[in-house]
Nanobody
Framework: QVQLVESGGGLVQAGGSLRLSCVVS????????MGWFRQAPGKEREFVAA???????RSADSVWGRFTISRDNAKNTVYLRMNSLKPDDTAVYYC?????????????????WGQGTQVTVSS
């Protein structure tokens, strides 16, 4: 059974930084692309960033230049470094994994999901 466990969320002031981590177990970590999504209250889940097995990345326009996705295949872990945080970044952040190699930015392209970690940015 595939499990994804996120950590690293919390409360931070605007302009601050956080690093989210997602540990994957139950499958060969390096076999597919990984992604981060977020969902704010009353809004749909939205794409944040994705990374392939080889390290190619894609980010949403709203976070480009502020957030960085990375992965450590030896540790079965994917990270999301978030800098210059804004109140609009407040959301539950979800880690996701897919069975395919290519980048994807739609939630339905991912087969496995974590439980989410709350990020709150105060003004």
């Amino acid at each position: 059974q595939v499990q994804l466990v996120e950590s690293g969320g919390g409360l931070v002031q605007a302009g601050g930084s956080l690093r989210l981590s997602c540990v994957v177990s139950g499958r060969t970590f390096s076999s597919g692309a990984m992604g981060w999504f977020r969902q704010a209250p009353g809004k749909e889940r939205e794409f944040v960033a994705a990374i392939t097995r080889s390290g190619a990345t894609r980010s949403a326009d709203s976070v480009w230049g502020r957030f960085t996705i990375s992965r450590d295949n030896a540790k079965n872990t994917v990270y999301l470094r978030m800098n210059s945080l804004k109140p609009d970044d407040t959301a539950v952040y979800y880690c996701a994994a897919r069975n395919f190699l290519g980048l994807a930015s739609e939630a339905y392209d991912y087969q496995y999901w974590g439980q989410g970690t709350q990020v709150t940015v105060s003004s």
